[in-house]
C-alpha cells in the first residue's frame, strides 16, 4: 500500500501531498493520469516515460517506487524510483532517459518532492526534465532523427556531413557484397538472433573496458520481457544479414511511433564495412512503413550520432544529483563539491577522471546490490579499460 505523506507548500502551487506506490499498485485512474500528462508534453516522448517500461523495471527488480505528487486529491505528477537513501531514477543505468512525468507549466519543487517521499539523494544521467535543478552535472544533447517523410526526403535535407559519411559507406556497402547478399529481417522474432545479440553486446562490453550492464539478471530479464512482448511498449529487434549469416542487429525500445535505438551489435568479422551503420540506413528506409515518425539514438553527439541527428530535435538533458535530506543528502554534496575541486585543471586538478569513476561505480551500484559484485565489476572495468596512447 502508498503511504500518504501531508507537505507543506514547498512545492509552489498551493497545498501538495506525496504518495509512494509500487507501479503495479497504482489504480486505473493514476494510470490513466500518467498517460495523458506524458501524452501532453512533448519533452516526454521517449517510450522510457510509458508507465509500461517502469511496471517492466519493476517486475525484475524489488525495489521499485513511484512518487506520485498529489494536488487536490488528483495525480499532478510521477517519478518512478528505485532505491531509498541513495536513490536513482527507476531501471538506472539500464534506462537511456529519466524525467519526472509532469505538465510542462506545472510549478513545483523536485527535492521537496523527493524529501516528502523519504528520499535522501537522487542521482541521475539524461534528465529530461529542467525542474531537476541537479547541484553538479553536465549538460548533454539528445541525438533525434523525424522520418515522419520517409527516407528519401529525409536524406535530401541533410547537409555535407551526412553526404560525406554517406559516401564512405556506400564504398564499404559495395565491398561486403563478397560476404553474401544482404537482406534485412525486420522486427524479427528470432530467439537465436536475440542471444546472439546480448553474447555480442556483453563481448564488446569487455573488449571497451565498459561496465557490462547486461551482466546483471534483471537487466537482460527486463530486456528479454520486452523483445516477447506485443503490447503497444515492446522491444523491436531488426537483424542484417550478409547471405545467411548474421552481419549486424539493432533492438530498440517502440511504443509505436517512436523507435528508440537500445541494444546494438555487429559480427566482428564484418568490422571494416561498417555493418551497424548499414543496417541502419537500411532501418531509415524502413521507417515509415515500420510505423516510426522519430528515431532516437540517446544521449550525447559523438560519433557517428552527430551525422544523422537532427539540428531542431533533441532537447538537453542533464546529469548530476539533487541532495533533498539526511546523511545521503549530505555525502552527496561532499562528493559533488570534492569532484568539482578535482576536476578544476587549472587548480592541477585530475580532469574529468573524478566524474568518470563517479558515473561508473554509479552504473555499478545500480545494478548490483551486493559489494563484492561491485568491487568485482570496478576491478575488471579498470582492468579492461583501454590503455592512453
Request: aromatic fraction near 10%.
Amino acid at each position: 500500500m502508498g503511504a500518504l505523506m501531508p507537505i507543506n507548500s514547498d512545492f509552489g502551487e498551493g497545498q501538495m501531498d506525496v504518495i509512494v506506490k509500487a507501479p503495479g499498485d497504482l489504480t486505473r485512474a493514476q494510470k490513466d493520469a500518467w498517460a495523458a500528462i506524458r501524452a501532453a508534453n512533448p519533452a516526454l516522448y521517449s517510450p522510457y516515460f510509458h508507465i509500461e517500461y517502469s511496471e517492466a523495471v519493476a517486475k525484475a527488480r524489488g525495489d521499485i517506487n513511484v512518487l506520485i505528487l498529489m494536488r487536490a486529491g488528483k495525480p499532478a505528477a510521477f517519478l518512478p524510483l528505485q532505491g531509498k537513501g541513495f536513490a536513482r531514477p527507476a531501471g538506472a543505468p539500464f534506462t537511456d532517459y529519466h524525467g519526472v512525468i509532469a505538465p510542462e507549466d506545472l510549478d513545483f519543487d523536485i527535492a521537496a518532492m523527493l524529501k516528502a517521499g523519504d528520499i535522501g539523494a537522487l542521482h541521475f544521467d539524461a534528465w529530461v526534465e529542467p525542474k531537476a535543478k541537479a547541484q553538479t552535472g553536465e549538460d548533454m544533447h539528445c541525438a533525434v532523427i523525424d522520418v515522419s517523410a520517409g527516407g528519401p526526403a529525409w536524406r535530401e535535407g541533410k547537409g555535407g556531413s551526412y553526404r560525406r559519411h554517406l559516401k564512405g559507406l556506400r564504398r564499404r556497402i559495395k565491398k561486403s557484397s563478397e560476404f553474401g547478399a544482404p537482406r534485412m529481417e525486420f522486427k524479427s522474432r528470432d530467439s537465436a538472433a536475440f542471444e546472439q545479440l546480448i553474447a555480442w553486446k556483453r563481448a564488446q562490453y569487455l573488449r571497451t573496458g565498459k561496465y557490462d550492464v547486461l551482466g546483471a539478471n534483471w537487466t537482460r530479464g527486463v530486456l528479454k520481457d520486452l523483445f516477447e512482448s506485443q503490447s503497444e511498449l515492446r522491444a523491436d529487434m531488426h537483424v542484417l544479414y550478409f547471405g545467411d549469416k548474421i552481419a549486424a542487429i539493432d533492438l530498440g525500445l517502440t511504443d509505436g511511433e517512436v523507435y528508440h535505438s537500445w541494444i546494438t551489435a555487429y559480427d566482428p568479422d564484418y568490422r571494416n564495412v561498417s555493418p551497424g551503420m548499414q543496417l541502419f540506413e537500411r532501418l531509415i528506409d524502413e521507417a515509415s512503413p515500420l510505423g516510426y515518425q522519430t528515431i532516437d539514438l540517446g544521449a550525447g553527439l559523438d560519433g557517428y550520432k552527430h551525422h544523422y541527428a537532427d539540428a531542431h530535435m533533441g532537447g538537453a538533458i542533464r546529469s548530476g544529483f539533487i541532495a533533498a535530506r539526511g546523511p545521503a543528502a549530505a555525502l552527496s554534496r561532499l562528493y559533488g563539491a570534492a569532484e568539482s575541486f578535482g576536476e578544476k585543471k587549472k587548480l592541477g586538478g585530475l580532469g574529468p577522471l573524478p566524474g568518470k569513476i563517479r558515473r561508473r561505480y554509479s552504473q555499478i551500484a545500480a545494478c548490483d546490490d551486493s559489494f563484492s559484485g561491485r568491487a568485482k565489476a570496478m576491478l575488471s572495468a579498470v582492468k579492461g579499460a583501454p590503455k592512453a596512447p
